[in-house]
């Protein structure tokens, strides 16, 4: 309740009207009748009670009269008017006394609603606590304030952190003989407390501007709380599109997080595949049983249809998870229409955040556009890949083939006629047959498989360089330096430019030595340099390696997407040196 400040000086004005204005009706009274009452008596007096005696009577009585009906009318005249006056004055002192306790109140509640503005306001809970101490103290005119929470705040991978484990404690001001203790509980769950010292006794009112405050700190941490939880959510569902391009481990781990954020027991995404027909892609029953594939449920079909979140009866929510009571239904959209639907199921769904998870939904549409669009190009890929293979056989390995079947050929027909001549072909033939099995494996090496996931990028360097050496028969040094720590998928360009680069050495290089070296920092480089023959940038700059289909403009692009830098140095004669650097995680 919040009293303007004109109100207790109009308040007093009502009262002193309401308790005075009899008190000047009868004096006005007075006023007006006393004179005509004076005159009546003396008139009586004079003319009918001094006649009936002698002088010496008449001058006692005139004595008497005057000299004792005068002051006694007087004195009980001001005695009734000094009543009044101090009635008056009494009120007045009640009216000083409400206004200062109508204003000490209003001073409490602007304090308290200040207070709840600010603590609804912060992002984390240490600055809730700082405003929550220091909007206490001026509400409630304690010496000093502390505020403590528990250490029961965990992340949503269930480890604490170090100042979730220790609790949060903010405290203002030293000092009070008198302590109020408040625990700080929402729904049951104790949440801290909030403790106060006093110089002197709190009144009652302040007593219970303490619980309010306490009341509504706790609900002001239950929260932030919540919001700092929503923001984590929103963080791993980010991360998931960035970092995982395996449909099913994607679809796992983003609906992981949704049902995680809402306490859902179950979970399955629905998607649509190229004909636009909705397919079950991952489901996870309470029991964890994982499954895919099946028909459509029809709350599916509904919620697809109707474009908007929706509420499966508990028949639906038992068709698509035995034993399940409820279930939630969120659609994924994209610009060019369904995408899918993901469906949490639960016995205490909260339904009251679905907002949230519309926001989630949202992110995991762009999560599973993003692993589409990858295996797309994986695909392209692919096929790019086998088509460069098919032309660099026919181009290379098929006619080296096929003129060494010609040249065997015109062997056997010299054999008997010009054995010298024969001989000759026979060495040429094996040369170029040993030259194109040289080719046939450097490409095997290179379309082979490295499993970065499993050995970690360092290690999978130091087993590809020491490979490649034994392969080609090429002394290459190796030197790591620093702490490097990548993205995933920049890891994967890192080792994707670091094979690119070899194969062209051991194609055109006619190196003898290279030098590799990765080297971690501020960001992260690396760096092949070898001493082969060179080349002439312009010429070369669009070509494809034997090393996946990657030129180097292709190699300079998938560097610089990723905020990182590319550089080839190099010149017919002198060698080519090749510099990539992308920033650390």
């Not at 392209?380 to 006619?399: F, S, T, Y």
């Amino acid at each position: 309740m919040s009293v303007p400040p004109s109100a207790p000086e109009y308040l007093a004005s009502g009262l002193e009207t309401a308790e005075h204005t009899p008190l000047s009706r009868t004096v006005l009274l007075t006023r007006n009748l006393m004179p005509l009452l004076i005159v009546l008596v003396v008139v009586t007096y004079e003319e009918w009670f001094i006649p009936l005696g002698d002088a010496n009577f008449g001058r006692l009585a005139h004595l008497a009269f005057y000299g004792l009906a005068g002051p006694l009318v007087t004195f009980f005249t001001i005695q009734w008017i000094a009543e009044g006056v101090q009635a008056r004055e009494q009120a007045e002192g009640e009216l000083r006394g409400l206004y200062a306790e109508l204003s000490a109140s209003h001073q409490r509640m602007s304090a308290l609603q200040h207070l709840m503005r600010e603590v609804s306001e912060p992002a984390d809970l240490e600055s809730l606590l700082d405003v929550a101490v220091r909007g206490t103290q001026a509400a409630t005119g304690a010496v000093s304030v502390q505020a403590k929470l528990r250490g029961n705040v965990q992340d949503e991978q269930g480890v604490a952190s170090r100042s979730a484990q220790e609790g949060l404690s903010r405290r203002l001001g030293e000092g009070g003989r008198y302590l109020v203790n408040e625990t700080l509980r929402v729904s049951g769950e104790h949440l801290g407390e909030l403790t106060l010292s006093f110089d002197t006794p709190p009144s009652s009112d302040t007593r219970e501007l303490i619980s309010a405050i306490s009341s509504e700190l706790g609900s002001a941490v239950v929260s932030t709380q919540r919001r700092t939880r929503d923001l984590i959510t929103l963080f791993e569902v980010d991360q998931s599109i960035r970092a995982e391009r395996n449909m099913q481990r994607l679809l796992a781990r983003v609906t992981g997080t949704i049902a995680g954020r809402v306490q859902a027991s179950a979970r399955a995404a629905f998607l649509t595949d190229q004909d636009g027909v909705l397919r079950l892609e991952y489901a996870r029953d309470p029991s964890g049983v994982i499954r895919s594939g099946g028909p459509l449920p029809d709350f599916v079909r509904r919620v697809a249809e109707g474009g908007q979140p929706g509420v499966a009866s508990p028949a639906e929510a038992a068709e698509m998870f035995p034993g399940v009571k409820a279930a939630l239904g969120l659609p994924l959209h994209a610009e060019d229409g369904l995408v899918g639907v993901i469906v949490l199921g639960g016995d205490g769904l909260e339904q009251e955040r679905t907002p949230l998870l519309a926001l989630l939904a949202s992110q995991a549409t762009l999560a599973v556009r993003n692993a589409r669009a990858y295996l797309y190009s994986e695909e392209l890929a692919i096929g790019e890949e086998r088509n460069r293979i098919a032309r660099e056989i026919h181009d290379g390995v098929a006619q080296s083939l096929a003129f060494c079947a010609i040249k065997l050929d015109v062997v056997g027909r010299q054999i008997s006629s010009n054995p010298p001549q024969a001989l000759l072909g026979v060495q040429e033939a094996g040369a170029l047959l040993r030259e194109q099995i040289r080719e046939v494996r450097r490409s095997i090496f290179a379309l082979r498989p490295i499993d970065l996931e499993r050995y970690g990028l360092l290690e999978t360097v130091r087993r590809y360089v020491l490979d490649f050496g034994e392969q080609h028969r090429v002394k290459v040094q190796l030197d790591i330096q620093g702490d490097i720590h990548l993205a995933p998928g920049d890891e994967a360009v890192i080792f994707r430019i670091l094979q690119e680069s070899l194969n062209n050495v051991a194609k055109h290089a006619k190196a003898a030595n290279v030098v590799v070296s990765l080297i971690g920092n501020h960001s992260v480089r690396l760096t092949v340099e070898d001493d082969g023959q060179g080349f002439d940038f312009s010429q070369v700059s669009g070509r494809v390696s034997s090393a996946g289909g990657l030129g180097l403009t292709q190699m300079r692009e998938r560097v610089e997407t990723r905020g990182g830098q590319y550089r080839v140095e190099s010149g017919e004669g002198r060698g080519t040196k090749i510099e990539a650097r992308l920033p650390q995680a």
